[in-house]
Nanobody
Framework: QVKLVESGGGLVQAGGSLRLSCAASGRTFSRYAMGWFRQAPGKEREFVAAISWSGVSLGYADSVKGRFTISRDNAKNTVYLQMNSLKPEDTALYYC?????????????????WGQGTQVTVSS
């Protein structure tokens, strides 16, 4: 099982940018698809973006398409989420996850590991 630690969250004004990082421990990182998910207060956890183990396949939720970019560096055991043109509705706790299979939705049964989450707050 891979251990995940997110960083890079914070407070930003609407229209601003943040880059989240998710550092993984363990030699099996490159075998996993990776995903970013988020959960706002009072709402269910939702899918944000995913990337296949090779980085060739990428996918996004409609709400972030064109604004967020997921990437990974297998040599550094790290996956990133570049977030541009942030909106107040992007405010949430963001989690990265190691996925058993690449997919573009939230399927708890396909999550191998979760990080602890990093808070993103976008002010209007």
């Amino acid at each position: 099982q891979v251990k995940l630690v997110e960083s890079g969250g914070g407070l930003v004004q609407a229209g601003g940018s943040l880059r989240l990082s998710c550092a993984a421990s363990g030699r099996t990182f490159s075998r996993y698809a990776m995903g970013w998910f988020r959960q706002a207060p009072g709402k269910e956890r939702e899918f944000v973006a995913a990337i296949s183990w090779s980085g060739v396949s990428l996918g996004y939720a409609d709400s972030v398409k064109g604004r967020f970019t997921i990437s990974r560096d297998n040599a550094k055991n790290t996956v990133y989420l570049q977030m541009n043109s942030l909106k107040p509705e992007d405010t949430a706790l963001y989690y990265c996850a190691a996925l058993l299979t690449y997919g573009l939705s939230y399927d708890r049964s396909q999550v191998g590991s979760w990080g602890q989450g990093t808070q993103v707050t976008v002010s209007s």
